[in-house]
């Protein structure tokens, strides 16, 4: 599973019209409520109530299910044929999770023999045989129905080695289930999703499809909707003929049923868990590919068909590398990936069958700014770590995230080498330390309120990290054949984390207990300070590492790393455990340049060490790895007088990695005194010819800031035909500085366009420079921003309704849009968050204005009384009361209705 992303982050680039998406493992997922009240959101701190793995009572074989739907009331009509049998004890009741269902049949499906006469033959005996034939009969089985678990009253008692057969008719109605489920991570639990079912939405196809994670697959079959749960299955699907489906495993059969529709039959030969069964039916144009003998297929819609292989053309060779790097092939009988409209998530890693939304599909113009292979290396890699080998529990979700997050990192590091995995390590790093600034929680942690709330960035963003940290401590080579031995030794099962640790013991030979124990079953990181001081009359370089970590709630860690001590154009590297508070290392050395604690860059913590300039810039120009040159860089460019730090950062425009140059032109401005000229020189050569369109949009948006140079236009107007959107938008933002009616002129052009992007930069410069005029632009597009994407828009058109040249009509129009969009997105909490936000903003801006002209007028009436400006004030002012009260009035209609 993909999370959605952070919606604090995604606002943020949203309104500075960067890209639209920030896949989920490096969000901060943690907010588990906004108090819509105060507008203030709150973290979920409480520890929670002991967790344990569900008991195994019964155990699914197989499930069969025949369904088939009713788009306009968004029902589906289920028949549920389950083979089970006792887990270990002898039972003779039967219970199975099913939200919000109407029940109208549970049977035991019985084989009996019937008599049909007598042959005319006779036996040895001379005895006439009899003809019997078997038949399948229904017996009714005595239930209950409550609190959404079937409670089933068996014939008999059945023991372990007796398998039975329960039948069910059933209708889902996930509509109509109770209101409140998901969490940051997944916006919604109701299993079953009808997209456009009567078709009366323009621009949006009809669709139907499933999420079941965390435990919503019994919101559309019944069943034991447990992780530790494993079966095979089969689902017939009965649809109008012109719909493409698509589940787990293979296709079947197809049937033409003699009218308008048709069956289709999956069948999944392997077992697996019952949230990850899977269903998604729409007009999908499906475009075929191999991996060895195995077909790899792509679901999207038919208007990004032509990019398919850009989009998705590197999953035979993840398949392939994944299956080499792990030493255990890819296991399922298929692979195919599905886009889907309004999906509650980011993506989900259904078995043989990922499911995105449709932040995946994309042009081969908008892949230029951002391709997502991260979400499709996430989830394919899942199907090994997730599918294979699931977590036995919800408590213990980093066996399944904080691999796939992983994943992520080890496709990079193979496909795009050290510079790019490293940076999307750190990006993922900061995601964890952003959210532990709020809540510092166990990685894997068996107290929790809700099993949603395991759905953070401890899961997968840190857990990631301390997955690489395993790898460095115990090499490649016994990290892979761990990895190897724990999914031979645990497949189609499931696991908890010691499975993962005794597996990792029985390779290495070692006690882990040290390592699990601090990073899996433990809160918090090492918060570090470093000194490296140098003992010229001993000629030592010692190294002091204190730990100042709250050691009531986090642990003394025991911290193996490198220091490298570079002298004389060499490098020493020293291998140091640290275990104490406070302890001080010491090595032979002479004078060093510089000296690399944690050399490797391999360490989750935070840290404190002073460096100086001039070993900053020797880091920078010497030190290795990618997260070497961007802490010196992030460093140095705090020293704003220093030519030295100057020098790096003009230095740093030419590094051979993007987001170092990237970096490095939104820090510039403090060699702007020194070398203003070369920069810009630079600069504009960058704008023109990077191989990047992030780094040639932030080059000109940097040109836009500190230049007014009119020899700088061209540079705008050619970005204007550049193939990337971001680069595009950088253009019209930055010619919108020089000439802003222009720029709004050019906009207008670029309206109709549907790279939302583009949208919000048009929305931006509105919000900026326009006028009443623009409100028919914030009209027409608002149904182009589905989703989060609307917290951007609802952002921006606030903005612009804040502009004083808006007129009140045109705000309360505004205002009248932000409610629809607020109530009928209730259920998704940030976008009703910002849209309150928004329209409060408006409330306060009549506030202020009311203010300063009761003011302004108080004043006019004592030193001025015959003042024409009295009467224009007075009418002004009652103008605002007026509109005050309007917005006052909507926005406690939504707070009512939300």
Not at 118 to 136: F, I
Not at 333 to 344: A, F, G, H, T
């Amino acid at each position: 599973m993909i999370s959605k992303y952070s919606a604090l982050f995604l606002a943020a680039l949203l309104i500075s019209s960067c890209n639209l998406f920030k896949k989920n493992n490096t969000s901060d997922n943690t907010f588990n409520a906004i108090n819509l009240d105060t507008l203030e959101v709150e973290a979920n701190a409480s520890e929670g109530e002991y967790q344990a793995a569900a008991t195994r009572v019964n155990d699914i074989i197989h499930t069969k299910l025949d369904v088939s739907f009713n788009w306009e009331r968004q029902y589906l009509y289920g028949k549920a044929t389950i083979t089970i049998k006792p887990y270990f004890y002898p039972t003779s009741t039967l219970e199975l999770d099913a939200r919000g269902m109407d029940i109208k049949e549970v049977s035991l499906v019985k084989e009996e023999y019937e008599k049909n006469g007598y042959d005319s033959k006779k036996d040895p005996q001379g005895n006439y045989e009899a003809n019997v034939s078997k038949v399948t009969v229904k017996v009714p089985l005595n239930y209950t129905y409550e609190n959404d678990v079937i409670k089933i009253k068996l014939d008999k008692e059945y023991k372990k080695t007796e398998e039975y057969t329960v039948f069910i008719d059933y209708v889902s109605k996930p509509n109509e289930l109770k209101k409140g489920g998901g969490s940051a991570a997944i916006t919604d639990d109701k299993g079953l999703y009808f997209i456009n079912p009567l078709g009366k939405e323009k621009d949006k196809p009809q669709q139907i499809w499933t999420q079941g994670e965390t435990q919503a697959s019994s919101a559309w079959f019944p069943t034991i909707d447990r992780p530790n749960e494993r079966m095979t299955n089969e689902l017939c699907i009965t649809v109008n003929k012109k719909y493409v489906t698509l589940s787990n495993g293979e296709l079947m059969f197809s049937s033409d049923n003699g009218d308008s529709t048709r069956t289709d039959c999956w069948r999944m030969e392997l077992p697996h868990a019952p949230y990850l069964v899977m269903m998604a039916i729409g007009d999908f144009a499906v475009i075929k590919d191999r991996w060895h003998d195995k077909e790899v297929s792509y679901y999207l819609e038919k208007e990004y068909a032509p990019y398919s292989k850009e989009i998705f053309g590197n999953t035979p060779e993840m398949l392939e590398f994944f299956s080499t790097k792990l030493g255990v092939e890819y296991v399922w009988n298929k692979y195919s990936q599905v886009v889907v409209r309004d999906y509650v998530s980011g993506a989900m890693e259904n078995t043989t069958a990922t499911l995105h939304g449709e932040f995946l599909q994309r042009t081969d113009r908008e892949l230029l700014d951002q391709n997502f292979e991260d979400v499709i290396s996430h989830e394919l890699f899942h199907q090994w770590f997730g599918d294979l080998v699931t977590c036995e529990s919800w408590s213990n979700l980093p066996l399944n995230e904080s691999f796939a997050t992983y994943g992520e990192y080890l496709w990079k590091e193979y496909k795009y080498g050290a510079d790019e995995a490293d940076y999307l390590s750190e990006d993922s790093r900061q995601g964890y330390l952003d959210e532990s600034g709020r809540k510092q929680v166990d990685l894997v942690r068996y107290h929790y309120n809700d099993k949603e709330d395991m759905f953070d960035a401890h899961s997968y963003n840190k857990g990631g990290q301390v997955l690489h940290m395993l790898r460095k401590y115990v090499g490649d080579e016994a990290f892979f054949a761990s990895l190897k031995l724990y999914l031979e030794t645990n497949k189609f099962t499931s696991v908890e984390i010691h499975n993962l640790r005794m597996t990792f013991e029985q390779v290495t030979g070692e006690d882990l207990n040290w390592f699990f124990n601090q990073w899996f079953l433990s809160s918090g990181h090492p918060v570090l300070v470093i000194k490296t001081p140098y003992d010229t009359i001993n000629k030592k370089q010692k190294v002091q590492i204190i730990q100042t970590q709250d050691l009531k709630t986090t642990p003394l860690f025991r911290i193996p790393m490198y220091v490298d001590i570079y002298y004389n154009g060499k490098k020493d590297r020293h291998r140091i455990v640290v275990s104490k508070v406070d302890e001080t290392f010491e090595f032979d050395a002479v004078h060093p340049d510089l000296v690399n604690v944690d050399a490797e860059k391999t360490l989750l913590c935070v840290k404190y060490e002073e460096k100086s300039v001039p070993e900053l810039a020797f880091q920078f120009k010497n030190a290795p790895l990618y997260r070497d040159r961007s802490e010196a860089l992030n460093l140095i460019a705090q020293y704003e007088e220093d030519s030295l730090a100057a020098e790096v950062l003009i230095a740093a425009l030419n590094d051979p990695f993007w987001k170092i140059r990237e970096d490095a032109i939104v820090k510039l401005k403090i060699a702007m005194g020194r070398y203003r000229k070369e920069a810009k020189e630079l600069l504009v050569r960058i704008a023109k010819n990077d191989s990047k369109a992030s780094v040639r949009a932030t080059a000109i948006y940097f040109l836009s800031e500190e230049y007014k140079d009119p020899d700088l236009k061209p540079i705008y107007e050619n970005a204007l035909n550049d193939r990337a959107y971001s680069v595009m938008g950088a253009g019209l933002v930055a010619y919108a500085k020089t000439n802003p009616e222009e720029a709004l002129k050019l906009a207008k052009k670029y309206e109709e366009e549907k790279n939302t992007d583009i949208l919000f930069t048009i929305a931006d410069l509105y919000a900026n420079y326009g006028s009443d005029d623009n409100n028919k632009y914030f009209i027409n597009v608002k149904d182009k921003f589905t989703g989060f994407s609307r917290i951007g828009y609802v952002s921006l058109y606030g903005l612009f309704l804040q502009r004083s040249n808006v007129r009140n009509e045109t705000v309360i129009s505004g205002v009248d849009i932000l409610k629809t969009i607020a109530q009928s997105d209730a259920e998704n909490k940030w976008v009703t968050y910002y849209t309150r936000k928004t329209i409060k903003e408006l409330i306060t801006m009549y506030e202020v204005r009311i203010a300063d002209n009761t003011q302004k007028l108080k004043t006019l009436k004592s030193k001025t009384p015959n003042s024409p400006e009295i009467g224009d004030i007075e009418k002004q002012l009652a103008s605002d009361k007026i509109q005050q009260q309007k917005i006052s009035e909507m926005y406690s209609t939504i707070k009512a209705s939300n």
